[in-house]
C-alpha cells in the first residue's frame, strides 16, 4: 500500500506543525522563542527570521545595533537590530543558536489587521526552514520539519 506523505515523512523523523491559512494568504504558525510563545508567519521568500522591536522583551531578546537594513512588502531600507544565540521551537523540532533580526514591524501588521487578521509577532524565513529541511505540504496546512533524534 502506498504510504501518504504524512506517513513517510514522519517515518523519517519530520515533526508535523499545523498551518493556518489567514485572510491575507499568509500561512500562520505558533513558534517558541528563548521559552515564550508566539504568532509568525512563514514566509519562505524571507531570508531571515525576524521579530518586531516591540518585542525585544517579550522574548527575551539581546538586541545588538546592525549595519543590515531590511526590505520586505512595502517598505525598503529599515533600520535593523539582531540578536544572537536564540532558542526556537516550533512543534517538536528546536535549535539552539538562531540568529533573529528585529526590525519595525508595523506595516506588517497594520496590513494584517486591515484585513481582519490577528497581528503577529515575527516572521519565520528561510534560515530556520533551511535547518529544519521543511517540507510544506500547501494543499493540507502542515510544515514538516527534521528533528534531531
Do not use: R
Not at 1 to 6: A, G, N, P, S
Not at 46 to 55: D, L
Amino acid at each position: 500500500m502506498e504510504k501518504t506523505l504524512q506517513e513517510f515523512l514522519l517515518e523519517k523523523n519530520y515533526t508535523k506543525i499545523k498551518l493556518k491559512l489567514t485572510k491575507t494568504n499568509h500561512f500562520e504558525m505558533k513558534a517558541t522563542i528563548n521559552g515564550v510563545k508566539g504568532n509568525f508567519i512563514l514566509d519562505t521568500g524571507a531570508s531571515s527570521s525576524c521579530v518586531g522591536f516591540e518585542s525585544i522583551e517579550t522574548f527575551k531578546l539581546k538586541a545588538k545595533d546592525s549595519k543590515i537594513m531590511a526590505a520586505g512588502a512595502g517598505a525598503i531600507n529599515m533600520e535593523t537590530k539582531m540578536a544572537k544565540k536564540n532558542k526556537i521551537k516550533i512543534g517538536k523540532w528546536q535549535h539552539n543558536k538562531i540568529v533573529l533580526v528585529l526590525f519595525n514591524l508595523t506595516h506588517v501588521n497594520t496590513a494584517l489587521i486591515n484585513h481582519n487578521s490577528m497581528p503577529v509577532d515575527g516572521i519565520i524565513g528561510a534560515d530556520v526552514l533551511k535547518k529544519g529541511k521543511a517540507i510544506i505540504d500547501y494543499e493540507k496546512k502542515y510544515l514538516y520539519l527534521k528533528t534531531n533524534e
